[in-house]
């Protein structure tokens, strides 16, 4: 089992303003940028970078908004394509930087890709990268998984539902999806992540887990698979990887759900012992006390014969009433050994 820090990171890592409560919230965000965002092509040797009371600005040919200002990943975007230290260029005025990337621009026979919003340019890539909509992912995970929810509200007020200038996270899980694993309960959960000006990679992480603290480190993860794309060539089969891994999450979580209502059935139908006697002689074989065989005895009910299912129920009712949590967990553990007799 291994301990998943990526949601964590995140909580830590967001401003109240790129929180959101819901899924739906967080769609119809990044559905809106989306809409409101263009792309632009330009050849980096007509690519103006002007000096403006405002600052530095953007001067496109033939766009709608000709004149963008640049977001922080934008203009370091543009300090790498000139190959210029952003730090030192941020020291600079802005009539002064604006003269340092019209002497470095490179000239190029492809052309750039610009991608604004508004009047903002958010990123410049080469004509290699392929853009991935923060939405489109969304709606792949919605298509695949629509009955998950976000984690309880960490730390802050952190929802584990994030998108930003730069990139998008989403947390999901499934709390009526609890499991027997070896003995133990799990859950199902997901994360998934994009970035559209290319800050990061596309892809999506699918675990069961045992608990999620207030930081949003999830513990005891199990059957951790991850899948990621970089944003080049056809980065729209990344919506494929999406839908499968969150899809085979789901489809485990139902032949689990499945398997283990059968098993409570079946152990609701098998006998475990024809009187009390026969219980407490059973019970005293798997190690539990003749006191609390009585107990058990008494909340199995007086139907005989008793079943496996009452005398588990009882175990873990009992097991309820510990204060210290290693007498619960070492009842629990017997509870779940006996509930394999009905296999």
Known sequence: MVNLTRASRELFSRTPDERFNSFDSLLAHCQARRERSSEHWQL??????????????????????????????????????????????????????????????????????????ADTALAVHSSTYSRLFDAEVLQAVREAAPDFTPP??????????????????????DPDGWVEIGGENFAPGFFVWNSEVGRRSVGVQTFWYQEICQNHIVWDAIEVVELKRRHIGNVQDALDDVRLAIAQLVKKRDERRDSFASGIR?????????????????????????????????????????????????????????????????MDQKAASLLSLAA
């Open 44 to 117: 980096s040797q007509q690519l103006c970078i002007e000096h403006t009371p405002e600052g530095l600005r953007m001067q496109l040919e033939d766009a709608e908004t000709p004149n963008l200002s640049l977001s922080d990943w934008s203009f370091t975007q543009l300090c790498k394509l000139c190959g210029v230290q952003k730090d030192t260029v941020n020291k600079l005025t802005s009539e002064t930087a604006s003269r340092v990337f019209r002497d470095t621009m490179p000239h190029s026979r492809e052309p750039l890709q610009v991608y604004a919003a």
């Open 152 to 173: 309880p509200t960490g730390m802050g007020g952190a929802t584990g539902l994030y998108a930003g200038e730069q990139d998008m996270f989403a947390f999901g899980i």
């Open 266 to 330: 079946q152990a609701m139908a098998t006998p475990f012992g024809e009187d009390a006697e026969e219980v407490h002689k059973l019970l005293a074989k798997q190690g539990v006390s003749s006191r609390i065989a009585e107990q058990v005895v008494q909340l199995a009910g007086e139907r005989t014969p008793y079943t496996v299912f009452g005398v588990v129920d009882a175990l873990t009712r009992i097991a309820g009433r510990y204060e210290n949590a290693g007498d619960r967990l070492v």
